[in-house]
């Protein structure tokens, strides 16, 4: 095995476990087993509009300067893939999934105009390891393009099977799911390309935790909010 295949081994492991995997917050485990009032879906639909729209879809961006051209290329053509056709647009079918759940088109530009601060706080945190080096972008954007297709496409799987969103308004899930393993092996080579030693790859992976980390503030924050809403 070599040094960078051992390294995406233990990225993994460090993905795979309760602390950093995306899906282990309370939020994304009551939605996924049905357990997430329905009533939830308007409000966290808007909440969690930034994560994907306006600023919140370019973080992946912060990172260009710092890549070499063939890879700023490659994060470049995804951008101009999803700006030319509106079927594969995360943004835009976002939306079509938030107008589905009840939320209105003010709602959601509100929500970008002036995102919570959790959610915020995240999509900041990657950005801001994206400016700071590409090796410590390289391990963000292994724990994050790993884990968001396997997210986006099981809370698309609950929307479907326990909250009977039609399939007009799972687009976004379903193109989610359908571009992991395109983004899993670019992560790969972004991994390959610039942790290139032990310091490297130390920085990198304490970087991808740090982001899990935030992932999980997030999470669970917002799920405090929906409860609070319930009161």
């Known amino acids: 095995m070599s040094p960078a295949e051992e390294f995406l081994s233990r990225l993994a492991e460090d993905a795979a476990h309760p602390s950093a995997s995306f899906l282990e917050p309370t ?51 995804q951008l101009y893939d999803g700006l030319s056709d509106p079927a594969r647009d995360p943004e835009k ?23 919570v601060l959790e959610v915020a ?13 590409a090796h410590e972008a390289a391990g963000v954007a292994y724990i994050v393009e790993t884990q968001l297709p396997i997210l986006w496409g099981t809370v698309g799987d609950a929307l479907r099977k326990h909250y009977r969103v039609p ?13 992991g393993p395109a983004r899993t092996q670019f992560v ?16 990198a992976r304490r970087a991808a ?7 999980h503030a997030m999470s669970e924050q917002v799920h405090a909010r929906l409860l609070g809403l319930e009161t």
Not at 59 to 68: G, I, P
Not at 167 to 179: A, C, D, T, V
């Open 27 to 77: 939020l994304w485990k009551s939605l996924e087993t049905g357990g997430a009032p329905p009533e939830w879906l308007r409000p966290l639909a808007s909440v969690l509009f930034p994560l994907v729209g306006g600023t919140g879809r370019n973080a992946l961006f912060s990172k260009v300067s710092n890549l070499e051209m063939e890879h700023a290329r490659t994060i470049f053509q």
């Open 93 to 115: 079918q976002w939306r079509r999934f938030a107008i589905f759940v009840g939320s209105t088109d003010e709602e959601l530009d509100r929500a970008l105009e002036d995102p």
């Open 121 to 133: 706080g995240f999509v900041n945190q990657a950005r801001w390891f994206g400016h700071r080096s």
């Open 167 to 179: 399939e007009e308004g799972l687009g976004f899930f379903g193109l989610e799911r359908e571009q």
């Open 188 to 203: 790969h080579r972004l991994i390959s390309a610039y942790c290139v030693n032990g310091t490297k790859r130390y920085e």
């Open 209 to 215: 935790r740090e982001v899990a980390w935030c992932w």
